[in-house]
């Protein structure tokens, strides 16, 4: 498979590639293989401290060249109206490890008020492995002492997806 590496450096303009030159670009930033998931479980919490959302999925990259795309849309989350600095935050995370902060402040009104809001984050990740990695979503009240929740309801579904793009 061809990577951007081995891809011609030079092209002159109004010049007709040659079959190999064509054959390294198809080889190129391809999508090797998808994985998704989903959950509408309502999941909430009172404190500034990440806790799983119940949203994850696993892939096993076969390179260690390769990137993980991931994408994470949470369409129903919620703020209660205990607190009008109340809000939510949100990250993504490899194993343990918070790779791309999300969001801080999502859902903040200032005032006292309900408020349900979607939350969608992408991160193009490099993991370096071919061994099965885990990617999740944490949410915490980002100022703590009032709730937050996501799949607000269970009636928003949340969805994770991995992409493996060759590299």
């Known amino acids: 498979m061809a990577t951007p590496t081995n891809l ?3 092209e002159v303009a109004n010049t ?5 030159w064509l054959n390294d670009l198809r080889g190129a930033f391809r999508i090797l293989q998808v994985v998704t998931a989903s959950t509408s479980t309502a999941v909430s919490s ?3 401290t990440l806790a799983d959302t119940g ?3 696993s ?3 076969q390179f260690t060249s390769s990137k993980i795309l991931v994408y994470v849309v949470h369409p129903q989350c919620y703020k209660s109206n205990a607190n009008g600095f109340n809000c939510l ?3 993504i995370l490899r194993g343990a490890t918070n790779i791309q902060t999300v969001v801080s402040v999502a859902g903040f009104t200032a005032t006292a008020l309900d408020n349900v809001f979607g939350v969608s984050g992408i991160h193009l990740d490099s993991p370096n492995t071919t061994s099965a990695t885990t ?3 944490q949410f915490a009240s980002a100022f703590g002492g009032a709730s937050v929740q ?3 309801g269970s009636a928003g579904t949340s969805t994770i997806m991995l992409m493996e793009v060759s590299a």
């Open 89 to 91: 935050s949100m990250a």
């Open 8 to 10: 011609p450096a030079v």
């Open 55 to 57: 949203l994850s999925a």
């Open 59 to 61: 892939i096993t990259p």
């Open 46 to 48: 009172s404190t500034a």
């Open 150 to 152: 996501v799949q607000y």
């Open 16 to 20: 007709t590639l040659p079959a190999s």
């Open 135 to 137: 990617y999740k979503t």
